[in-house]
């Protein structure tokens, strides 16, 4: 019985050391152990940050050891607030700065979470990659197809574990609907939409009196060109197009993350997208549409639609149309499949709930997945995968042409 269990052991040993020489050497000094503390750098203070960010791995600090060192902001209030929320959920102040530079380069960050500007996710994403930093990043992860690429790259480049914060995707419910899709219950699907309405832009509650000597004003900027401090483009960026382009990626971006996560394709080949400010107009000069709608085509024979109309609240919808029926996605904790509708006769029938599948929340996900070093639920792939239809989106917005992708060249083009 000894020799047997010394066998046992030599054998367990021999295999746990062949894994250990298996790993890239970079990857296995990355890999926090069991008792090891993470470290997070949060880059952007505003109500992501604190709120849902800090939040919500704050929940998590005990079974996943986990604490913030470093926070950043360009204005001093927001940083302040992250500091003083991190000392009351985890012990401890972390230090405070203007500048994602300060934070990505610290050898006490172990992980960066980015809740900042949508003009800033892919630099702050690429500087992050590049310093071998794991990462969660917020949602619309680019407004340009060049920058996303770039940052990409980065990330897979480096092989860090990188989270896109298209959270949706880890609700029990949502993942219900993909179990329940990929047993081919709905059959074949023509049409998904989604109209996400309201009766006012949300670009139009950000807006704040914010003192300009509180405010680093380059740090917002970045790549964007210099000029004097305006308190409206920097408390309000949601609603202009230099820094934001809107409900299409804003909350499209959640939309087509979702249809790739349930029903599995990937790119579409071509969008038209058409919209403008219709309805509210004022000093503010927001030149982000109040309606929009965008119509992309799959190569899967699918037409999937987006469209908000910020002129009246009513009929927000975002459903799967199918062969044999229709899932309804919203709310989203409480979706619905029926027969409504078919052309054909399946096993549907009067409208019932999707029956949820457990999976740990989108932050829990990430923090196991740096110790584990698995791919998170929504990967850099995932985060790519929704960004290209909302970038080609404004881009036919732009143009008012119809703009084709071609996915093996990563290349847009009007046809």
């Not at 704050?58 to 991190?86: G, L, M, Y």
């Not at 298209?166 to 419910?173: A, K, Y």
């Not at 405010?215 to 210099?226: A, G, H, Q």
């Not at 990937?266 to 403008?276: E, I, Q």
Request: glycine share 8%; aromatic share 10%; proline share 5%.
């Amino acid at each position: 019985m000894k020799q047997s269990a010394s066998r046992r052991q030599f054998l367990t040993t021999t295999a746990a050391g062949v894994t250990a020489l298996a790993m890239n050497a970079s990857s296995y000094a990355r890999v926090p152990g069991a008792n090891d503390r993470i470290r997070i750098g949060l880059v952007g203070c505003g109500g992501r940050g604190i709120g849902a960010h800090m939040r919500g791995v704050a929940r998590h600090a005990k079974t996943q050891n986990i604490e913030f060192t470093a926070v950043c902001d360009p204005w001093r209030i927001a940083r302040e607030r992250a500091a003083a929320s991190a000392k009351k959920w985890f012990g401890r102040e972390p230090l405070q700065f203007a500048s994602y530079r300060d934070v990505v380069s610290r050898d006490d960050v172990d992980a960066v979470m980015i809740a900042s500007c949508d003009h800033q996710h892919t630099i702050h994403l690429e500087a992050t990659a590049k310093a071998k930093k794991d990462v969660y990043c917020e949602k619309p992860l680019a407004m340009d197809l060049e920058k996303l690429k770039r940052a990409c790259d980065a990330v897979k480049a480096a092989g860090v574990v990188c989270q896109i914060g298209t959270q949706l995707r880890s609700l029990p419910s949502m993942t219900g609907c993909r179990e329940l899709f990929k047993t081919g219950v709905l059959g074949k699907v023509s049409r998904i939409e989604r109209h996400r309405n309201g009766t006012r832009p949300y670009w139009f509650s950000r807006l704040k009196k914010v003192d300009p000597k509180d405010v680093d004003w380059k740090e917002f900027l970045l790549d964007r060109p210099m000029r004097a401090f305006d308190p409206k483009l920097y408390s309000g960026w949601y609603g202009y197009r230099e820094f934001s382009d809107g409900p299409v990626p804003g909350f499209g971006a959640h939309y087509i993350d979702l249809i790739n996560y349930i029903t599995g394709p990937k790119f579409p080949h071509s969008v038209v997208c058409h919209g403008g400010t219709h309805t509210w107009k004022d000093d503010n000069k927001f030149t982000c549409p109040d309606h929009v709608e965008a119509l992309w085509v799959y190569p899967e024979d699918l037409m999937v639609t987006y469209s908000t109309n910020f002129g009246n609240g009513s009929g927000s919808v975002e459903r799967i149309y199918a062969e044999h029926g229709v899932m309804d996605l919203l709310p989203w904790g409480k979706p619905t499949v029926s027969g409504a509708g078919a052309i054909r006769k399946g096993k549907l029938g009067k409208v019932e709930p999707v029956a949820p599948v457990e999976r740990p929340d989108h932050f829990l996900d990430w923090l196991q997945c740096i110790r584990n070093r698995k791919q998170p639920n929504a990967s850099i792939d995932a985060g790519y995968q929704h960004a290209v239809p909302v970038i080609m989106a404004m881009k036919a917005y732009d143009t008012g042409r119809r703009i084709v992708y071609d996915a093996a060249k990563r290349e847009f083009h009007e046809g």
